[in-house]
């Protein structure tokens, strides 16, 4: 076989990993936003929930379970199969997604999104781990780019799970069902036909959880990259999970028409800014090893005016205010999405990123639930949008400041320490 076709060989590969994990994406944030998006008709149905904060802990107990087992998922896909932890993830959702859509109970609900943060805490440190396995070097961050695309598809087609909601004879309970069997649908062919890359000849060998919690925490730069992921996610957290909320609350405006105001303008615009901050970032790094680190620092950069005008928006009494400043947050937020996990390939080794990943998500989702559960709290006692929002802009000032001190360690396209 000649080096070409060889070459080629591997890019049809690499590109067909992305392709395959990209419905899988959609659906672990499909049933996210539809939760979100068809929260009145979920609390009119299910007995038990009787305010903002009940329901702020129902948001909360999903991302708590998930963040606390992001980190052995991660490690579960670094030591052992990342295809078999993906596949694996997805066939569990799938039957708790359905199960969703049968609870009679508070109790019962709090109990579905505990077992959906478990199933889900193995998905995304192991594919996005796969991605960058296949990927090394000038296409990562827009792999990364195309594979998150898949997050905010499903974040769009759950938006508009309200209108579903209020239609007769489909309701909230038929979204979940319907989205379980569709994912129990896709789980054999994507176990047959993901594959993991070969292990390159130089690769270390796995590190015991310990060692490698160790050597992680050990690492400033990685420090400084929990850190800078987690500030940002705590807007991100509440304008998923609450933006339809605060839509139909502040604009007096129905559920369908919040949920699809919420979710379709900023998503579509993160998607833009995913391939804009994947392009970008790929072609800065020809110049310099910093070019992932300053598309990210830049796609901040747009996050602090878009939170203190879609706080202010409201006062106003604007409906397209609100969503033109949310159009501004996800271009912003598609750049810093599409960089993280190619940051961290710049300063860690190939055989810790899932771990790595888990433990960002660990940090991150834990005080996005505080986050989600902080949000319904305030509003219960009356403090401003304005407030709120200002204080998630203040946030990301903090956060370019943050990403900019992290040092690259690693070669773009492999595990070679760089040269000072």
């Not at 993906?86 to 039957?95: D, E």
């Not at 609450?242 to 028409?257: N, R, V």
């Not at 950069?301 to 706080?311: C, I, N, S």
């Not at 860690?348 to 005080?367: D, K, Q």
């Amino acid at each position: 076989m000649s080096s070409n076709t060889s070459t080629s060989s591997v890019s049809s590969r690499a590109w067909l990993v992305v392709a395959l994990l990209v419905p899988v994406a959609l659906l672990n944030y499909l049933d996210r936003q539809m939760l979100a998006s068809m929260k009145f008709s979920v609390m009119e149905d299910i007995p038990g929930i009787g305010n903002e904060a009940d329901w702020g802990k129902i948001l909360a107990v999903f991302k708590w379970t998930y963040a606390l087992l992001s980190p052995i998922g991660g490690y579960l896909a670094d030591r052992f199969s990342r295809r078999h932890v993906v596949a694996g993830s997805l066939l569990v959702w799938s039957i708790i997604t359905w199960l969703t859509g049968h609870v009679q109970t508070y109790e019962q609900l709090l109990l579905t999104r505990a077992l959906m943060g478990v199933s889900e805490a193995f998905y995304i440190p192991a594919a996005l781990a796969l991605i960058a396995d296949f990927h090394r070097g000038p296409t990562r961050s827009r792999a990364v780019g195309y594979h998150q695309m898949g997050i905010y598809v499903g974040v769009i087609i759950g938006g508009f799970s309200g209108h579903v909601a209020d239609t007769p004879g489909l309701g909230w309970r038929w979204a979940f069902g319907t989205a379980g069997l569709i994912g129990i649908l896709y789980a054999l062919p994507l176990f047959k036909l993901l594959k993991n890359p070969e292990r390159p000849i130089e690769a270390q060998p796995q590190a015991s959880p310990r060692a490698a919690v160790t050597e992680l925490l050990g690492n400033r730069s990685f420090l400084l990259l929990v850190l800078y992921f987690t500030l940002p996610a705590l807007a991100g957290w509440v304008i998923r999970d609450w933006g339809p909320s605060i839509l139909k609350t502040e604009f007096s405006i129905s559920q369908g028409k919040a949920g699809v105001s919420a979710t379709l303008y900023w998503q579509v615009a993160a998607i833009a800014g995913a391939l804009l901050g994947g392009w970008l970032a790929d072609r800065w790094m020809r110049k310099s090893q910093r070019g992932r680190i300053n598309t990210s620092a830049l796609g901040m950069a747009l996050v602090v005016p878009a939170m203190l005008g879609f706080g202010y928006a409201p006062q106003t009494q604007l409906l397209w205010l609100a969503i033109a400043f949310l159009i501004l947050f996800g271009i912003g937020f598609g750049m810093f999405d599409s960089n993280n996990m190619p940051i961290l390939c710049q300063i860690t080794r190939p055989e810790l990123r899932a771990t790595g990943y888990g433990i960002m998500n660990l940090v991150s989702i834990s005080c996005g639930g505080i986050a989600d559960w902080g949000f319904g709290a305030l509003r219960d006692r009356g403090v401003t949008m304005f407030a709120i929002f200002g204080t998630f802009s203040a946030i990301a000032v903090l956060s370019v400041v943050v990403v900019l001190l992290i040092r690259p360690r690693f070669n773009d396209s492999g595990p070679a320490p760089i040269g000072h």
